[in-house]
């Protein structure tokens, strides 16, 4: 009787750690969904696109304006806001370190102040119409000036189950998703692909929104392109909400003990008829 009560122990304990192995290798693994499938198998495929809105200049906008034009010196007194720095350290929020330029800053009223032409009211203009205006204006001091503008302050932030996750300058409107994630090293092993969220203020509020990415009609999608602000966040996997270490150690810990548990039983039954 001692004899088999050690083997239905020795059973007990090897089938346990076995499946403790099999569970253990098994939640250490998950597949990655791959990126834009779609069942059709005829190639090349077509799919719809949103088209982006364009940006319009607002006030408290940091406005990057180059001039050029025939007269160097014209364009070094213009230019001066862009070649000149000021150190973050300097500015609201700077943590100390590197420098920004300082840019003509739309006001309240929506106007810049630049050399020669004064106040230029450029609030809700297309960067194309404001540099037109500008343009115009300049014409009547400077021969055929040509004037480039961009955004100095927009931004876009990466967060959560990604590679390199930052904040990051928000170039052009077509500046994608993609691109955004792309800039941040790409999704990580452990980020869901199939929920990627999209914070946004649309006049005045935040707009939460998401896209999955594992699907084609993420193109269609009215936040496949960048705006302003954005906020992007990479939900984890379930199995990374615990980090991963400790989630196996612990899974690993709840699986010995219920063997044992189960080996302790077994004895206890046993002894007792015996």
């Known amino acids: 009787m001692l004899k088999a009560l050690q083997k239905v122990i020795q059973l007990i304990i090897?089938?346990?750690?076995c499946c403790f192995g099999f569970i253990a290798c098994k939640s250490t693994k998950h597949s990655i969904q791959p990126y834009f499938h779609d069942n059709t198998a005829a190639y090349p495929a077509f799919v719809d696109v949103y088209v982006p809105q364009v940006s319009r200049i607002q006030k408290e906008d940091l406005l990057g304006i180059t001039v050029s034009s025939l007269n160097r010196e014209s364009n070094d007194i213009i230019n001066f806001s862009n070649v000149n720095s000021?150190?973050?350290?300097?500015?609201?929020?700077?943590?100390?370190?590197?420098?920004?330029?300082?840019?003509?800053?739309?006001?309240?009223?929506?106007?810049?102040?630049?050399?020669?032409?004064?106040k230029v009211n450029v609030e809700g203009l297309t960067l194309e119409?404001?540099?037109?205006?500008?343009?115009?204006?300049?014409?009547?001091?400077?021969?055929?000036p040509a004037v480039n503008i961009r955004f100095m302050n927009h931004k876009y932030v990466v967060m959560g189950e990604v590679n390199k996750a930052g904040a990051f300058n928000l170039l052009d409107d077509r500046t994608t998703i993609l691109d955004a994630l792309a800039s941040a090293g790409d999704l990580s092993v452990f980020a869901k692909r199939d929920s990627i969220t999209i914070i946004r203020v649309v006049k005045g509020k935040r707009e939460i929104g998401r896209v999955n990415l594992t699907n084609r009609e993420v193109f269609k999608s009215p936040y496949f392109y960048m705006k302003n602000g954005d906020i992007i966040y990479a939900e984890?996997?379930?199995e990374k909400l615990i980090p991963q270490p400790q989630n196996n150690s612990l899974r690993n810990w709840q699986i010995f003990t219920t063997i044992v548990g189960t080996a302790a039983?077994?004895?206890?039954?046993?002894?007792?008829?015996?």
């Not at 090897?14 to 750690?17: D, L, M, P, R």
């Not at 973050?88 to 739309?106: E, N």
């Not at 119409?129 to 055929?144: D, H, P, S, T, V």
């Open 86 to 118: 000021l150190s973050l350290s300097s500015l609201p929020g700077g943590g100390g370190g590197g420098a920004q330029p300082i840019g003509y800053s739309v006001d309240s009223s929506g106007n810049i102040v630049m050399a020669f032409v004064g």
């Open 265 to 274: 039983i077994v004895i206890n039954l046993v002894t007792r008829q015996w």
């Open 236 to 238: 984890p996997l379930p």
């Open 129 to 144: 119409g404001a540099q037109e205006k500008i343009r115009l204006a300049l014409n009547k001091f400077i021969k055929e």
């Open 14 to 17: 090897v089938g346990g750690f």
